[in-house]
């Protein structure tokens, strides 16, 4: 069965603009996290979704949010982008929260 | 937060040489999952294993929940093996089981 699979797969966008990145989950998963990893940060959670519903949030500003439609599919926006905000973004799937598939992440590079 | 420590953090080996990984953490854990991050980005899970012993071919892994620490073995490794392994958490009592803590990674580099 497909995997997690995420668009785009690359993009550069100038500071202040903002982007939407989108994320379609494994068939049956209802829960879609997204992460962020950055050189000097590591990987770092950023928000959780189930059925629609943002049931965890990281220590990320406002300018991140996410949302999840009814068929599970995902996006998330970062709006007025910074330098800072160069990074690889992962989404991720799971069915019970046991075992966590991710997409081949979105490369973002803020200019 | 929980504490998530991988060593070592950089590890060179000859191809069919074995080696061992190690994550510690500093709290309880309901979840701990080992990834293996390939040269493209993409996060390859390996193993889901809060305690206990599992293996999967050439690698195994082994977590001691209550001493908080978990093993990633690779044994006979080949030069597909080279890249970054993780080590994530869910701290027991955090609410869920879909929010990970990762540790920086083990840079693994096989050489032929």
């Not at chain 1, 966008?13 to 989950?25: A, D, E, F, H, Y």
């Not at chain 1, 943002?54 to 007025?80: A, D, H, I, L, W």
């Not at chain 2, 060593?7 to 953490?25: H, V, Y």
Request: aromatic content about 12%; overall charge positive.
């Amino acid at each position: 069965k497909a995997g997690v699979t995420q668009t785009p797969r690359y993009l550069i966008k100038t500071r202040g603009q903002q982007v939407t990145l989108s994320c379609s989950p494994i068939s049956g998963h209802r829960s879609v996290s997204w992460y962020q990893q950055t050189p000097g940060q590591g990987l770092q959670f950023l928000f959780e979704y189930f059925s629609e519903t943002q049931r965890n949030k990281g220590n990320f500003p406002g300018r991140f949010s996410g949302r999840q439609f009814s068929n599970s599919r995902s996006e998330m926006n970062v709006s007025t982008l910074e330098l800072g905000d160069s990074a690889l973004y992962l989404c991720a799937s799971s069915l019970d929260g046991s075992t966590i598939y991710f997409g081949e992440g979105s490369w973002l590079t803020v200019v | 937060g929980i504490q998530v420590e991988q060593s070592p953090p950089d590890l060179i080996l000859q191809e069919g040489a074995n080696s061992t990984l190690r994550c510690n953490f500093s709290d309880s854990v309901n979840n701990l999952q080992w990834f293996h991050q390939n040269p493209w980005g993409q996060l390859i899970n390996l193993f889901y294993i809060p305690s206990g012993t599992k293996q999967n071919g050439r690698l195994s892994a082994t977590t001691v929940a209550t001493e908080r620490y978990s093993l990633l073995y690779i044994s006979s490794s080949q030069t597909t093996d080279s890249g970054v392994y993780f080590c994530a958490v869910e701290r027991k009592g955090g609410g869920s089981n879909y929010k990970l803590t990762f540790g920086k990674g083990t840079l693994l580099t096989v050489n032929p």
